[in-house]
T-cell receptor, first 114, second 111 residues
Framework: DVKVTQSSRYLVKRTGEKVFLECVQD?????MFWYRQDPGLGLRLIYF???????EKGDIPEGYSVSREKKERFSLILESASTNQTSMYLC?????????????FGEGSRLTVL | EDQVTQSPEALRLQEGESSSLNCSYT??????LFWYRQDPGKGPEFLFT???AGEEKEKERLKATLTKKESFLHITAPKPEDSATYLC????????????FGTGTRLQVFP
């Protein structure tokens, strides 16, 4: 079974803090994604990566950056957290087709920014 | 504008009471429709892919169908363990394909 592991399930941060969300997958998938999920808005794509050191902006990249130094690891960075970034963050991976809807998700990281 | 709409927002069923969830879409070109199950506090779990009108997929008490405008997730004789939020997503054809998620149907099945 594919396993996507997100390092922190729950985080509470203060406005202006730098936040790192880490994600690791163990199935050698080429593609990795960061989504955020908010009530009534569905899942929205923040960034994705199709290879080591490669990254592409999704629909809502503002206020976020990412890093992919190794194939299995994809990190989401909030340089200066703001209250409107309070959300559930979901990491996902897939193989081959970057646009496939067959995604394997982690358990999520619920971030609260005070 | 490409849109994916799921209905109802919430559904309460008695155990054994069959029903259907709807995912309707208005997109420029469909390259696949995907169903997920999401338990509270967890990430979505992939269930099915449908590519063309008339296609059906089944898994245990779930059956997904697709027409040119919508998809249904039929739940036959549901059990309490089927309680979850069910999400659909549509892959939209374009210069660069994109994936659009619906907001989900929250299903509760009572014994």
């Amino acid at each position: 079974d594919v396993k996507v592991t997100q390092s922190s399930r729950y985080l509470v941060k203060r406005t202006g803090e730098k936040v790192f969300l880490e994600c690791v997958q163990d199935m050698d998938h080429e593609n990795m994604f960061w989504y955020r999920q908010d009530p009534g808005l569905g899942l929205r794509l923040i960034y994705f990566s199709y290879d080591v050191k490669m990254k592409e902006k999704g629909d809502i990249p503002e206020g976020y950056s990412v890093s992919r130094e190794k194939k299995e690891r994809f990190s989401l960075i909030l340089e200066s957290a703001s209250t409107n970034q309070t959300s559930m963050y979901l990491c996902a991976s897939s193989f081959r087709d970057i646009h496939t809807g067959e995604l394997f998700f982690g358990e999520g990281s619920r971030l609260t920014v005070l | 504008e490409d849109q994916v709409t799921q209905s109802p927002e919430a559904l309460r069923l008695q155990e054994g009471e069959s029903s259907s969830l709807n995912c309707s879409y208005t997109v420029s070109g469909l390259r696949g429709l995907f169903w997920y199950r999401q338990d509270p506090g967890k990430g979505p779990e992939f269930l099915f892919t449908l590519y063309s009108a008339g296609e059906e997929k089944e898994k245990e008490r779930l059956k997904a169908t697709l027409t040119k405008k919508e998809s249904f997730l039929h739940i036959t004789a549901p059990k309490p363990e089927d309680s979850a939020t069910y999400l659909c997503a549509v892959r939209v054809a374009g210069r660069t394909d994109k994936l659009i998620f619906g907001t989900g149907t929250r299903l509760q099945v009572f014994p």
